[in-house]
Nanobody
């Protein structure tokens, strides 16, 4: 089991930037992957970005070129830099971690991002 705590959400105008952080309760070095999902009201949770153990990254098409995911193994942190935010980016953003022990995927409690037009 690992606890994940997100921070950095808030209210921003369209075109602005936010940086989300996810702090893990133990070493992330051995995690298979970490990343971010988001869920807007009335919509399904969708993958935003992921980063593998080897630091390969993947992004949803609608955030490519605007969002950047990174991690710091020494600090047990994962980040999501979000630039040129759009109103459709408004959602609760959840950090996740895929690891080798049950329950194999852990989730944070979520952080709200609201982008005003």
């Amino acid at each position: 089991q690992v606890q994940l705590v997100e921070s950095g959400g808030g209210l921003v105008q369209a075109g602005g930037s936010l940086r989300l952080s996810c702090a893990a309760s133990r070493s992330i070095f051995s995690f298979n992957a970490m990343g971010w999902y988001r869920q807007a009201p009335g919509k399904q949770r969708e993958l935003v970005a992921g980063i593998s153990k080897g630091s390969s990254t993947n992004y949803a098409d609608n955030v490519k070129g605007r969002f950047t995911i990174s991690k710091d193994n020494a600090k047990n942190m994962v980040y999501l830099q979000m630039n040129n935010l759009k109103p459709e980016d408004t959602a609760v953003y959840y950090c996740y971690a895929d690891h080798t022990t049950w329950p194999y995927r852990s989730w944070g409690q979520g952080t709200q991002v609201t982008v005003s037009s």
